[in-house]
């Protein structure tokens, strides 16, 4: 049991050690009415808040311009499908929409036309849709990377209904130019027969009426933009070459973009070579993405390896039908090369010893983390609404709770938080930043409390 009182807001701020700037993340994740998308300077005070913008992600972009969705579909006929997607102003107002991906007819709704977008889009001019030195993302015109929902049968997979994972290119002016469907590169992703089996009878099923298997989760999708292994001659890392992630399925994995082709995956097994052994099981990941050209790290792969349960396999105890067979009660953040896999940084540092659960860091699902300019990282730690700033050496110097909790979930938890730069946000001027010292637990005390130290000290003596 977690404790009931607990602060919130920025606990821990180092200025001088920080890449300062604004952050970005959804208020109350899947609430109806939403609180909106929230932007907080580095002493976690609220700078704008858009009420009734949802987003998976909430996305700043330079001139304050905000990406988000006006709302979320009924859960009873659609999992986490977002109705339209949005780009507004500071104000608020709606600069630019798409909605027109699949017009729905749900029981006792009106037929319209849906985006059906979830966890992740991107648009031109930057490929992972954070703060990138060089890499803008337009504004006022461009295409937009969107990943979407699509319901079908495949019976390779399974004979039950499938929500598939799709992603999308749309034109500023809405029209549809490329289409990816997950389920058709089944046959690529290299699952063993135990898996296939555990697919075809339980294929991620969700509890909506319709029962439709989220058998992927993909939940991160990002194209990988110029790097040093396409210069070097390596084409599966083309820079219009599209990164996902599968939370489902433990598979993290490049696409082609002419053809549509797996031609890079890492996942679902972990064991058929001593480098997949090394970097160990990767379970229930999210925003697995290439760190851009001009961060630190330009290159590598950095992804939130989440742990809880996921993948596919043969039954055991913890999973008696083979869905969500691979488990771990931990969290790590890892940063590693793509050829050789090895791990170049990670979060908790591997020193911290043989039982990295005491290290305390953990989410289950949701979560994410950003390079940022400095060679810090900013990770979101989800399921308990906490957003911290750690160093290359892994010292935290911004830590912030989210005060903000879901009414129908009971929980803070927030899904992706971004930083972004001051000169992002042109209507404001740049705040004051005041450090906040790291709090001594041993001496903080709410008011009216016990005291630390007992006015009398008794000692035991031995007969």
């Known amino acids: 049991m977690t404790a009931s009182v607990y602060p919130t807001g920025t606990t821990i ?39 009734g913008l949802d987003g998976m992600p909430n996305k700043i972009l330079p001139g304050g311009h ?22 507004v102003d500071w104000n608020g107002k709606i600069v630019w929409k798409f ?57 390779r997979i399974s004979e039950k209904l499938l929500l598939d994972d799709t992603i999308i290119e749309v034109t500023w002016d809405g029209k549809i130019t490329w289409e990816w469907t997950c389920s058709e590169h089944f046959d690529e992703m290299g699952f063993s027969e135990e898996a296939k089996n555990a697919l075809a009878h339980n294929p991620g099923t969700q509890f909506t009426e319709g029962r439709v298997g989220d058998w992927t989760h993909v939940n991160s999708m990002s194209t990988l933009g110029p790097n040093r292994w396409f210069d070097g001659g390596d084409e599966r890392f083309h820079p219009d070459n599209i990164i996902w992630d599968g939370r489902q399925t433990d598979i993290t994995a490049i696409i082609e973009r002419k053809t549509g082709r797996i031609v890079w995956q890492l996942g679902p097994d972990f064991t058929a070579t001593e480098a997949l052994r090394q970097i160990g099981w990767i379970i229930g990941q999210h925003h697995a993405h290439m760190i851009p050209r001009g961060l630190p790290g330009e290159g590598n792969v950095l992804v939130f390896d989440n742990g809880g349960s996921a993948g596919y396999g043969a039954p055991n105890p ?10 771990r009660d931990f969290s790590r953040v890892l940063e590693f090369d793509p050829l050789t896999l090895e791990i170049i940084w990670q979060y908790p540092p591997h020193s ?53 909790k879901n009414r129908q979930l009971k929980t803070n938890m927030v899904y992706r938080a971004y930083r972004a730069p001051y000169e992002w946000v042109p209507q404001m001027d740049k705040p004051a930043e005041i450090a906040i010292p790291r709090l001594d637990n041993r001496k903080f005390r709410v008011p009216g409390s016990p005291r630390r130290r007992p006015l009398k000290v008794t000692e035991i003596t031995k007969r």
Not at 25 to 36: D, E, I, K, V, Y
Not at 66 to 86: A, C, E, P
Request: proline letters at 6%; hydrophobic letters at 30%; glycine letters at 10%.
């Open 352 to 404: 911290e010893g043989f039982m990295p659960p005491m290290s305390g860091f953990y989410s289950s699902f949701v979560s994410s983390a950003q390079r940022l300019a400095n060679g810090n990282t900013l990770i979101t730690e989800g399921a308990g609404g906490r957003i911290f700033e750690v160093t290359k050496e892994h010292e935290t110097v911004w830590e912030y709770i989210s005060p903000y």
């Open 99 to 155: 909605d027109r991906y699949e017009r729905i007819r749900d029981p006792r709704q009106k037929p319209r036309w849906m985006a059906r977008q979830h966890h992740d889009y991107q648009r031109e001019g930057n490929p992972v849709g954070y703060y990138v030195p060089g890499m803008e993302s337009l504004v006022d015109s461009g295409s937009t990377l969107i990943l979407c929902h699509k319901n079908l049968k495949n019976p």
């Open 66 to 87: 905000i990406m988000g969705s006006t709302g979320v579909r009924n859960f009873k006929y659609g999992f986490q499908d977002m109705l339209d997607m949005v780009q």
């Open 13 to 51: 701020y180092d200025p001088e050690k920080c890449w300062n700037g604004y952050t970005v993340f959804q208020a109350t994740l899947n609430q109806t009415p939403s609180l909106g998308a929230v932007l907080i300077d580095m002493n976690g005070n609220v700078v704008n808040q858009w009420k």
């Open 318 to 327: 913890g999973a008696p039908t083979g869905t969500g067979n691979a488990r």
